[in-house]
């Protein structure tokens, strides 16, 4: 699986409300890497997708991998939540 996909990448910045000048502040990388690569045109270096891909986990994005149905973005479940003894409950 790739790190990060561009369907990813521009969901996730939607869920966070986030233009790609501020992934690319968040990452460390140009605007314009951001843009060809979401637009398809082109693939960054190795670094650029993981620092892209890492900040948006950093604010709270989950990527979801095929095994588990389909490629996709969510957010993170708090791990308080993950651990509720209430979700048992009926």
Do not use: H, Y
Not at 30 to 40: A, L
Not at 43 to 70: C, D, H, V, Y
Request: hydrophobic residues 35%; proline residues 7%; aromatic residues 4%.
């Amino acid at each position: 699986m790739d790190v990060l996909s561009p369907a990813q990448c521009r969901g996730a910045r939607a869920m966070l409300g986030w233009s790609q000048d501020r992934l690319a502040q968040a990452a460390g990388v140009s605007k314009p890497t951001i843009n060809s690569f979401e637009q398809g045109r082109r693939s960054p270096m190795p670094q650029n997708l993981e620092a892209m891909k890492r900040a948006l986990e950093e604010a709270g994005i989950e990527f979801i991998g095929r095994n588990t149905g389909g490629r996709g973005v969510r957010f993170q479940l708090p791990d308080a939540e993950e651990d509720s003894p209430l979700e048992n409950e009926s």
